[in-house]
T-cell receptor
Framework: ETGVTQTPRHLVMGMTNKKSLKCEQH?????MYWYKQSAKKPLELMFV???????ENNSVPSRFSPECPNSSHLFLHLHTLQPEDSALYLC?????????????FGSGTRLTVV | DQQVKQNSPSLSVQEGRISILNCDYT??????FLWYKKYPAEGPTFLIS?????DKNEDGRFTVFLNKSAKHLSLHIVPSQPGDSAVYFC??????????????FGKGTHLIIQP
C-alpha cells in the first residue's frame, strides 16, 4: 500500500456508459494528478490539481471530466468513451506541484471500453 | 514527438552483474530527472532522481548519471538482484522548484534479472 488508493482496480464499460474512477490519498499532499498509460506508450499527463484547483489540462477530450472536491480525493468521470480510451489510469500525489517532490502513485485502474 | 526516449524495450542481465538502463531526452529545458520502477499490477514507485546541476547521484546499489551535453542519462544497478526485475521509467521535468508542469515519461524498459 503506497498511501494512494485507486478504485476500482478493473473496470469494463460500454461506450454509452457513465462511470467514475476514484483516487484517495491521506499523505497530506496538496497536489494530485491523473496519468494515462496506453499499451506501448509513455505515461501521459492528463490533469493536475493543486490545492483542489485544476492547473493543467493537457488537451484531454471532454469525455474525461476530473473533479477534486478536497485535497484528499480526486475523481475522473467518464462518459461516451471510445475503445481507444482503454488503458491503465494512474493517480498520483505529491506534497506540492513542482518535481523536486517525488510522486506517489496509486496502483491504477485498468479500464476496458467495449 | 517523444521528448523522453527509452530505446530499449527490454534488457536481460545476469544476477550479480551490472544493469545499465539508458534514457535520452530532446527538451533542453528539462532540469530534473527521475527514475521510477514498476511491478505488474502496481503503480510506479520513485527510485532515484538527479538535478541538472549534478552529473551523478548515488543511492545504495543505484546510481544515476547525467550527461547534459549529450542529453542522456543512465541508471546503473550493481549488483543486480532478482527483485530488480521490473519496468523502469525515465521521467523529466522543466519546472524544478515549482510549477504545475507534471512529469514527461519515457515508454519504459523491462529489466529481467536472470538467476
Amino acid at each position: 500500500e503506497t498511501g494512494v488508493t485507486q478504485t476500482p482496480r478493473h473496470l469494463v464499460m460500454g461506450m454509452t456508459n457513465k462511470k467514475s474512477l476514484k483516487c484517495e490519498q491521506h499523505l497530506g499532499h496538496n497536489a494530485m494528478y491523473w496519468y494515462k498509460q496506453s499499451a506501448k506508450k509513455p505515461l501521459e499527463l492528463m490533469f493536475v490539481y493543486s490545492l483542489e484547483e485544476r492547473v493543467e489540462n493537457n488537451s484531454v477530450p471532454s469525455r474525461f471530466s476530473p473533479e477534486c472536491p478536497n485535497s484528499s480525493h480526486l475523481f475522473l468521470h467518464l462518459h461516451t468513451l471510445q475503445p481507444e480510451d482503454s488503458a491503465l489510469y494512474l493517480c498520483a500525489s505529491s506534497p506540492r506541484t513542482g518535481t523536486n517532490y517525488g510522486y506517489t502513485f496509486g496502483s491504477g485502474t485498468r479500464l476496458t471500453v467495449v | 514527438d517523444q521528448q523522453v526516449k527509452q530505446n530499449s524495450p527490454s534488457l536481460s542481465v545476469q544476477e550479480g552483474r551490472i544493469s545499465i538502463l539508458n534514457c535520452d531526452y530532446t527538451n533542453s529545458m528539462f532540469d530534473y530527472f527521475l527514475w521510477y520502477k514498476k511491478y505488474p499490477a502496481e503503480g510506479p514507485t520513485f527510485l532515484i532522481s538527479i538535478s541538472s546541476i549534478k552529473d551523478k547521484n548515488e543511492d545504495g546499489r543505484f546510481t544515476v548519471f547525467l550527461n547534459k551535453s549529450a542529453k542522456h542519462l543512465s541508471l546503473h544497478i550493481v549488483p543486480s538482484q532478482p527483485g530488480d526485475s521490473a519496468v523502469y521509467f525515465c521521467a523529466a521535468s522543466a519546472g524544478s522548484g515549482g510549477g504545475a508542469d507534471g512529469l514527461t515519461f519515457g515508454k519504459g524498459t523491462h529489466l529481467i534479472i536472470q538467476p
